[in-house]
Nanobody, 125 residues
Framework: QVQLVESGGGLVQAGGSLRLSCAASGRTFSVYDYGLGWFRQAPGKEREIVAAISRFSGSIYYADSVKGRFTISRDNAKSTLALQMNSLKPEDTAVYYC????????????????WGQGTQVIVSS
């Protein structure tokens, strides 16, 4: 089993920055075996992908809505995933989830096998 724990959410003014972190662990877990991603879900909306990163960071994806403002990164040695969010907008308000997939790299929500509990991000105008 894999456990994912997010941290770093909070309340920030528009134009500000936040850094989300996700710590991955498990009895037989090796982060090198997993593609990782960040998703978000705003009230009344479906969960959507924000960014994804392949096992060894060779492939990275950003949703158009966050491109140029967010940066995804992973540290396999520490089994951590991060999302640096700059120039935040009120429309970035959502619960953010980190997720792990047994696929090396995928953008499909259904391919992600493990999910964190989520961390709330609120951007005030």
């Amino acid at each position: 089993q894999v456990q994912l724990v997010e941290s770093g959410g909070g309340l920030v003014q528009a134009g500000g920055s936040l850094r989300l972190s996700c710590a991955a662990s498990g009895r037989t877990f090796s982060v090198y075996d997993y593609g990782l991603g960040w998703f978000r879900q705003a009230p009344g909306k479906e969960r959507e992908i924000v960014a994804a990163i392949s096992r060894f960071s060779g492939s990275i994806y950003y949703a158009d809505s966050v491109k140029g403002r967010f940066t995804i990164s992973r540290d396999n040695a520490k089994s951590t995933l991060a999302l640096q969010m700059n120039s935040l907008k009120p429309e970035d308000t959502a619960v953010y989830y980190c997720a792990a997939s047994t696929s090396a790299y995928t953008l499909r929500r259904g391919d992600y096998n493990y999910w964190g509990q989520g961390t709330q991000v609120i951007v005030s105008s």
